[in-house]
């Protein structure tokens, strides 16, 4: 089926028309914008949001008694309702704002780390994770004398599930795995290893980093334990990310830094600390930032997360089958489960120079080792392209990139 044959689909299309920075040409071809893995574009919404709150209501949140800050406390606290929602967690105290997914793990890695992991325990993650999964945990095995565990992939790009649930036992403490491969578009099973890790009394952090903009979270549903990821990833602003966290697990976690807002009383005799999810958010936060991702939110909840599963499902289909046709071309991810990444290498060209190339004509791919380089080290290579989606994405950027590439590699081989 054609997009045009189907109504959703077309439906979705029309956003486009909503993020400004698509309807401009890049060295003198229309832009197509196929680097969503690495940041998404921001709706007119988003910006405007941003804006409106520098230009009307701009003060600290928390403290003032004056008008202003109690408007820029209303719609940060807003925000944090919003994104309660969007995830289904059970309480706003659940949700953390932090920089983006990497603070969010390495406060999780420090704080519940740190007090619960120790000498002899085992921490798994997965070979497919992104660097910022992996080296927090590396660094508190530093500290803790705890080892590090590793799920093996097939070389499809799927987790070893036989070999997951050998290696968790008695001493793993905790699973942190990645709902959506980044390297590789694999989308984990992590409803399933969740299970199988309660089983054993194992939390779970899941790194939502890739999986948050293309289908939909339900943290209660998941019971997962502990859920991060992006603003910048969901259309949202730069600097901004979330923490869940079920609230007895955050109530019985130490501070991760200490401040202004996470204290209740302070005096050199002894301080108390700010009750959830204040205790997590020291210092003035990233008040335009939390206020641009509750307008993300609303946006995305508006198109609806299923709508958005189903085109992106779609369009990397045919984005897919169309790369197959490239002679030399091979697919690095042929997961059977897989979102929105289509990450590849073609014979006798250098994925950097496929990057150059298709920027040239105003194709914007990442090219490089993805903060993934366990991946790379898997497959045996250095780098790979890669073309990532968002559902602003239409057939005539697949069609532009297609050509793009057909192009570049008549120069490069
Ligand atoms: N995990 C994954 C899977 C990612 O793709 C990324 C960003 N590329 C991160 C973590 C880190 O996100 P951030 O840089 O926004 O903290």
Redesign the pocket.
């Known amino acids: 089926m054609t997009l045009a044959a189907n109504k959703t689909l077309v439906n979705i299309t029309r956003f486009r028309q909503d993020f400004p920075i698509l309807q401009q040409e890049v060295n003198g071809k229309p832009l197509a914008y196929l680097d969503n893995?690495?940041?998404t574009q921001k709706p007119q919404i988003v910006i405007d949001t941003v804006r409106d709150y520098y230009e009307r209501d701009n003060a600290n949140v928390h403290r003032g008694v004056h008008t202003l800050s109690a408007r820029a406390t209303d719609a940060y606290e807003a925000a944090r309702h919003k994104i309660k929602d969007f995830i289904n967690a059970n309480s706003e105290k659940e949700i953390i704002f932090t920089?983006?997914?990497?603070?969010?793990?390495n406060l999780v890695a420090s704080s519940y780390g740190q007090s619960r992991i120790g000498q002899g325990d085992e921490i798994l993650i997965s070979t497919m994770?992104?660097?910022?999964?992996i080296v927090p945990w590396q660094m508190l095995c530093q500290r803790t004398g705890a080892t590090l565990k590793v799920i093996p992939m097939n070389k499809h790009g799927e987790l070893l599930f036989d070999e997951f649930k050998q290696l968790i036992n008695a001493r793993t403490k905790l699973l942190a795995i990645?709902?959506?491969?980044?390297a590789l578009g694999t989308i984990n099973p992590i409803e399933a290893m969740i299970t199988i890790a309660h089983q054993h009394d194992v939390p779970v952090l899941v790194?939502?980093?890739?999986a948050i903009a293309h289908t939909s979270v339900d943290v209660q549903a998941l019971d997962v334990d502990f859920y991060?990821f992006?603003?910048?990833?969901m259309f949202g602003p730069?600097g901004i990310?979330v923490l869940y966290g079920k609230q007895e697990l955050l109530e019985a976690m130490p501070p991760y830094q200490g401040g202004g807002d996470m204290i209740s009383v302070v005096s050199f005799s002894g301080t108390t600390y700010n009750e959830l999810p204040y205790k997590f958010e020291a210092g003035t936060p990233n008040i335009a930032g939390v206020i641009g991702l509750g307008a993300a939110v609303d946006y995305l909840t508006n198109i609806g997360l299923d709508n958005i599963a189903a085109y992106e499902h779609h369009l990397l289909d045919t984005l897919t089958d169309k790369a197959q046709d490239i002679e030399g071309l091979r697919i690095i991810g042929q997961a059977e489960n897989k979102t929105s990444i289509l990450s590849f290498l073609v014979d006798g060209a250098h994925a950097a120079d496929i990057g150059e190339l298709l920027d040239q004509q105003g194709v914007a791919i990442r090219a490089g080792h993805?903060?993934?380089m366990p991946v790379m080290e898997f497959f045996h290579i250095n780098a790979s392209a890669r073309a990532s989606l968002a559902f602003y994405n239409n057939e005539e950027d697949i069609t532009q990139f297609i050509a793009a590439l057909n192009s570049s590699l008549t120069l490069l081989r």
């Open positions: 893995g690495a940041t920089g983006g997914t990497t603070e969010a793990i994770e992104h660097h910022s999964n990645v709902h959506v491969s980044n790194d939502g980093a890739q991060a992006s603003g910048h990833k730069t990310g993805h903060c993934a």
